[in-house]
């Protein structure tokens, strides 16, 4: 059982470049989450989905995009990539609302974005 | 809106010694609070959580931590440190804003144990 995977760990990117970072799970969580994290001030939601054909925006999400095709996957578009944008970011599932598990998100384990 | 305070952003205790990390939380209802840790260069992972019940919560790894609603705080402890439990420590409220559903995290707190 894989959990929660992200892809790349690492990637440097230029100034005006653009990207995409996979997220998959395997848990068959309907609720997936995208998060950067930069030091010194937590973890910052950028988009959330509740299901497949379902996203919608978090706390900061100017220059990113999402889509939720399907129920195990869950991308993060870097459109035109900006210094701003250097961050770590971390992708999330929940099963969704009711049940034990409700509310406890499994991380993935990364991806470390530079934007020179 | 729902939010929480770490006031401490490093926490040092010595191997052997009770440790504690602290939050406060705001929220409109009753709280579901959590804790997350994350060691370097790793996702952040579950330890423990409030939904109701007993104000102490015990969780992974030996931590509890206490739940006090007229302190509004969820402050994480455990009894004995190991070196092995420094990392950085997150607490989190759910955050049902916009139907997310999600958490909203506090900016953690290192917490450095000496040998």
């Known amino acids: 059982n894989a959990g929660v995977t992200q892809t790349p760990k690492f990637r440097i990117l230029k100034i005006g470049q653009s990207m995409t970072l996979q997220c998959a799970q395997d848990?068959?969580?309907?609720?997936m989450y995208w998060y950067r994290q930069d030091p010194g001030m937590g973890l910052k939601l950028i988009y959330y989905?509740?299901?497949?054909?379902?996203?919608d925006k978090g706390e900061v999400p100017n220059g990113y995009n999402v889509s939720r095709s399907t129920t195990e996957d869950f991308p993060l578009r870097l459109e035109l990539a900006a210094p701003s944008q250097t961050s770590v970011y971390f992708c999330?599932?929940?099963?969704?609302?009711?049940?034990?598990?409700?509310?406890?998100?499994?991380f993935g384990a990364g991806s470390r974005l530079t934007v020179l | 809106a729902q939010s929480v305070a770490q006031p401490e952003d490093q926490v040092n205790v010595a191997e052997g010694n009770p440790l504690t990390v602290k939050c406060t939380y705001s929220v409109s209802g009753n709280p579901y609070l959590f804790w997350y840790v994350q060691y370097p260069n790793r996702g952040l992972q579950f330890l423990l959580k409030y939904i109701t019940g007993d104000n102490l919560v015990k969780g992974s790894y030996g931590f509890e931590a206490e739940f006090n609603k007229s302190q509004t705080s969820f402050h994480l402890k455990k009894p004995s440190a190991l070196v092995s439990d420094s990392a950085l420590y997150f607490c989190?409220?759910?955050?049902?804003?916009?139907?997310?559903?999600?958490?909203?995290f506090g900016k953690g707190t290192h917490l450095i144990i000496q040998p």
């Open positions: 848990m068959n969580h309907n609720y």
């Open positions: 989905s509740v299901g497949a054909g379902i996203t």
């Open positions: 989190a409220v759910r955050d049902l804003r916009g139907g997310a559903d999600g958490l909203t």
């Open positions: 999330a599932s929940t099963p969704g609302q009711g049940g034990s598990g409700a509310n406890v998100l499994t």
